[in-house]
């Protein structure tokens, strides 16, 4: 059974950066879409930024600016770029990815277990 793995996480004061990675906890074929998601105490989860697999990306007017979301097709890797951080940007950030986990398998979709980034003030 595939896992997503989330990576990165921690306290930061504010201003600072971290970079958080997305990854399979096994060998796959490849990722397709992905999206980092976060969620705040009391707060509904949200979408900070989103990838495709050609590349396009979206991010949540929030973030816009501050946050980049990127991927590495060779090491299977989604990452997120998080520059300026603000307090309120604390949350528990999710990864989401639709995985191929072979050449003849269909696509899926996956929830990891999330890290937490916590920013300072």
């Known amino acids: 059974q595939v896992q997503v793995v989330e990576s990165g996480g921690g306290l930061v004061q504010a201003g600072g950066s971290l970079r958080l990675s997305c990854a399979a906890s096994?060998?796959?074929?490849?990722?397709?879409?992905a999206g980092w998601y976060r969620q705040a105490p009391g707060k509904q989860r949200e979408l900070v930024a989103h990838?495709?697999?050609?590349?396009?990306?979206n991010y949540a007017d929030s973030v816009r600016g501050r946050f980049t979301i990127s991927r590495d097709n060779v090491k299977k890797i989604v990452y997120l770029q998080m520059n300026s951080l603000k307090p309120e940007d604390t949350a528990v950030f999710y990864c989401?990815?639709?995985?191929?986990?072979?050449?003849?398998?269909?696509?899926?979709?996956?929830w990891g277990q999330g890290t937490q980034v916590t920013v300072s003030s």
């Open positions: 096994r060998n796959i074929f490849s990722i397709n879409s």
């Open positions: 990838i495709t697999s050609g590349g396009t990306t």
């Open positions: 989401n990815a639709d995985i191929k986990t072979s050449y003849l398998s269909i696509i899926k979709n996956y």
